[in-house]
């Protein structure tokens, strides 16, 4: 009995199987294509032409910044189609519409006036969104970028604007191949603030002995004739340290770093705790200085402010 029974479900089993309905042919196009991942179109840079053209009839409808054609330090005014060689050999591979968002930032179109100014050695860029005036001069023969203008308006400052604008430079002078960002500091803010973005000054100890005497002289007139014994030993710690640092490019940022320790002075002076007593003093300086794009302490201090 066992074999029969054994027989008579595997009958039935084989016959359960063929009345199941038969399987649908598998389309294998169909199959393949539904493992393909849709891979996202890639738009390509617009050429410099094409931004010319683009920034040309923004200008005529009233939609976009307007643009001033021209070569100052050749006494010329040129028209876009001359200024175009002169564009493309700068500039190379990399459309204007690349370099305008990396010196204005992504809101370029929005600026009231946009001034581009070729010459037989680089480009000058140059605008204003109502707020912000700045230009820059790019020389890709020296590698070299100069920061020839930027200012803030007093209740702009310290909140952070120009962070997101340095940043979309840096990302394009990299892209350009730059090796040196150069300016010179004033204007307000300006003396202190690149200090903190990391550029160093072309002559740092005698900058550092500037604002250490600077502060010095604040302090002492706070004072009057009776010494504040406290603020002459944090004094007499400042000289000390810069003597020390002597020779070390980051001495004036290491400086405004300890002065930002200097309890009694800063009482003294009325600097709000936390802030350096050397940011007065540096504020009343004009220096030259520099940004080393293939130096990693420079970089590292600069990213450090713009992250």
């Not at 006494?75 to 564009?87: C, H, V």
């Not at 370029?108 to 680089?122: A, S, Y």
């Not at 300016?183 to 072309?202: H, M």
């Not at 300890?258 to 007593?277: E, I, Q």
């Amino acid at each position: 009995m066992g074999v029969i029974t054994r027989a008579l479900e595997q009958a039935i089993s084989g016959a359960k199987q063929a009345a199941k309905p038969a399987a649908a042919p598998v389309n294998k196009a169909e199959e393949l294509a539904k493992q393909i991942v849709k891979r996202p179109e890639v738009t390509r840079p617009k050429s410099t032409a094409e931004t010319i053209i683009e920034m040309e009839q923004l200008t005529k409808e009233g939609k976009g910044p307007t643009i001033d054609w021209g070569s100052p330090y050749e006494g010329t005014e040129l028209t876009p189609g001359q200024a175009l060689p002169k564009l493309k050999d700068t500039f190379g591979s990399i459309g204007l519409d690349d370099v305008m968002t990396g010196v204005f930032g992504d809101d370029w179109r929005k600026f009231r006036r946009v001034g581009i100014e070729p010459d037989n050695h680089g480009v000058a860029i140059k605008g204003t969104d109502g707020d912000i005036t700045t230009k820059v001069y790019i020389n890709p023969k020296r590698k070299t970028v100069t920061h020839e203008l930027t200012t803030i308006p007093r209740n702009q400052q310290g909140v952070g604007r120009m962070r997101p604008i340095l940043k979309s430079r840096l990302d394009l002078y990299e892209k350009m191949g730059m090796e040196r960002v150069e300016l010179i500091a004033g204007l307000d803010t300006g003396p202190y603030a690149w200090l903190r973005y990391g550029f160093v000054p072309k002559y740092p100890n005698e900058l550092a002995e500037t604002a250490i005497s600077s502060v010095t002289r604040q302090a002492r007139k706070a004072m009057g004739k009776e010494d504040d014994w406290d603020v002459v030993e944090e004094l007499a710690d400042l000289d000390a340290m810069a003597k020390e640092l002597k020779g070390n490019k980051f001495i004036n940022q290491l400086l405004i770093e300890h002065a930002k320790n200097m309890p009694k002075t800063g009482k003294l002076l009325g600097v709000p705790p936390g802030t350096s007593v050397l940011k007065s003093p540096y504020l009343e300086t004009t220096w030259e200085g520099y940004l080393d794009l293939k130096d990693p302490e420079q970089m590292s201090i600069v990213k450090e402010y713009i992250r």
